[in-house]
């Protein structure tokens, strides 16, 4: 067999267990080959391309096999590929660590690694939980999340999702926690605005905290945008609010930055747009411009200070093979020198303005509900009674050149910050066929 003939990476491959689908619908669809990637497109055996439009998974951030994050991963790979840290430590984490906790005015100044979004979750529910029982508080084992919430897919991580998919088939291996109302802009009653709506889902949260604040360990949100719940958007308003009482009822207040952080929302942290320094801050996806697994959770003074003694069960307890990889920490700090140099926050803000005009038809269209945009991303509802419509979607989108990957019937799009008026325009182009189809 010649394993590097097209035919062989094209034939449905039951090697490979994809993630989130049913390997079934591969014999209708199968998974596009892709040779090679260049800025925002990716291209498959037979030439034909695709724009990037969700950043991969929303990793992406400077499109695909960037120069200067190529050559500083190959400058890495020539001098330590990886060093364990436990015991050790080495240039690139150190420099990162800096970096990073610079980015929250140095408020976080303790960088703990793990490999994913989820890695990143457990710890900080962890951390959190531990603290409490170090400060000598153990029955505060329990979390609040907002309704539709998604904080990745292990079972800690999964014990704070809100989605009823996970949970009839996980359930039973999953913590109980608390949930209380997404402060969703949608929900916008007529001449309400999304202050409004927000103020409404904090006293919500008021109630749960006065009632649970003694079992309870931490609030985990996704600040100003639940992704996966559909680029659910909400004011900054709720970020304050919610601090604030976190603060007030002893409850850690966790900022998944996951998907958000690294200018998503338009500025570097979501959670500077409601002036909101959390206790615990999670970040990972873009951190290293999609090229490698790599995430963080940046904690507090007073929650560094808790694990520090001469006892071994009072310290963290938690390690990952690979935590603070060498090269994904120099690939880190290669999308940092990016957003120095390049004014990247700034630049965007003038995408953001440029999109927002080219898709005044999308907003406008008669199917086309709740248009929305915070930062470098945007959203809309589509009404249709095409069963399937996400798939449907796709496919169309696909052979538009365009990758997308609506989630239900919200379609959006989070396209890489390298993005330019012919890239623009090919998207909204795309997405009005298909709309009118
Ligand atoms: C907000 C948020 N948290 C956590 C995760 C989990 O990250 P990972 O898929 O890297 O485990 C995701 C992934 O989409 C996410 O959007």
């Given at each position: 067999?010649?394993r590097n003939?097209?035919s062989?990476?094209?034939?449905s491959?039951?090697a490979?267990?994809?993630?989130c689908?049913q390997?079934?619908s591969?014999?209708t669809?199968p ?8 800025g925002v497109w990716?291209y498959?055996?037979?030439g034909?391309?695709?724009l ?9 951030l ?5 120069p200067?994050i190529?050559?500083?991963?190959v400058?890495q790979?020539?001098k330590?590929?990886h ?10 984490v150190i420099l990162l660590?800096?970096?990073?906790s610079?980015k ?7 960088c ?6 989820s890695?990143?979750?457990?710890i900080?529910l ?5 603290y409490?029982?170090n ?9 609040l ?13 999964l014990?704070?999702?809100d ?5 009839e ?10 949930t209380v109302?997404?402060?969703d802009?949608?929900?916008a ?9 927000a103020?409404t ?21 996704e ?11 909400y004011s900054?308003h ?9 603060t007030?009822?002893d409850v ?7 998907a958000v ?5 338009g ?15 999670c ?7 999609g090229y490698?697994p790599?995430?963080?959770v ?6 560094y200070?808790?694990?520090y003694?001469?006892?071994?069960g ?12 060498a ?6 700090n ?14 965007n803000?003038?995408?953001?303005v440029?999109?927002?005009?080219l ?15 915070t930062g470098?991303?945007?959203?809309f ?16 989108a ?8 609506p ?8 396209p ?7 890239h ?5 182009n795309?997405i ?6």
């Open positions: 067999m010649n003939n097209l062989y990476i094209t034939r491959n039951k490979v267990w994809h993630p689908t390997m079934k591969h014999e669809v998974p596009i080959p892709i040779a090679r990637g260049e990716l498959d055996f037979e034909r391309r695709y990037d439009a969700i950043s991969s998974w929303w990793v992406n400077f499109g695909h096999c960037h200067e190529n050559a500083a991963v400058r790979l020539n330590l590929e060093a364990m840290l436990s015991g050790l430590t080495h240039e690139p660590s800096e970096r990073l610079e929250t005015g140095g408020k976080l100044g303790h703990f690694y793990g490999s994913d979004g890695s990143a979750t457990e900080a962890k951390m959190s939980v531990h409490w029982q400060r000598g508080k153990p029955g505060k084992t329990h979390f999340s907002l309704e539709e919430s998604y904080h990745g897919e292990t079972i800690g991580a014990s704070v999702t989605v009823n998919l996970f949970r088939a996980y359930g039973s291996m999953m913590k109980t926690n608390l109302p997404a402060p802009a949608r929900r009653k007529q001449d309400e605005t999304d202050v409004e709506v103020e889902a904090a006293k919500a949260l008021e109630a749960t905290l006065e009632e649970h604040h003694d079992i309870l360990a931490a609030l985990i949100v600040p100003l945008v639940q992704g996966a719940a559909g680029m659910v958007m900054p709720y970020l304050a609010r919610a601090k604030a009482l976190c007030s009822y850690h207040f966790i900022a998944d930055e996951i952080g690294f200018g998503r929302t500025t570097f942290l979501a959670c500077e747009q409601a002036r909101v320094i959390p206790d615990l801050l970040l990972s996806k873009g951190i290293t411009g490698l790599l995430s963080v940046l904690s507090s003074d007073e929650i200070a808790a694990f003694d001469n006892r071994i009072r310290g963290f307890l938690h390690s990952h093979s690979y935590t603070g990889n090269l994904a920490c120099a690939a880190a290669a999308v940092l020198d990016l957003f120095e140099q390049d004014n990247v926050l700034e630049k803000k003038a995408r953001t440029r999109m927002n005009e898709c005044r038809p999308v907003r406008n269209h008669p199917g086309v509900r709740h248009f929305r945009n470098m991303i945007w959203a509802e589509v009404q249709s009674d095409r069963p399937d419509f996400s798939n449907w979607f796709h496919l169309e696909r052979q538009r050149e365009l990758l997308l990957r989630i239900g019937h919200s379609v959006y799009f989070m890489p910050y390298i993005l330019e008026e012919q623009m325009n090919h998207l909204v795309g009005m066929e298909i709309l009118s189809s």
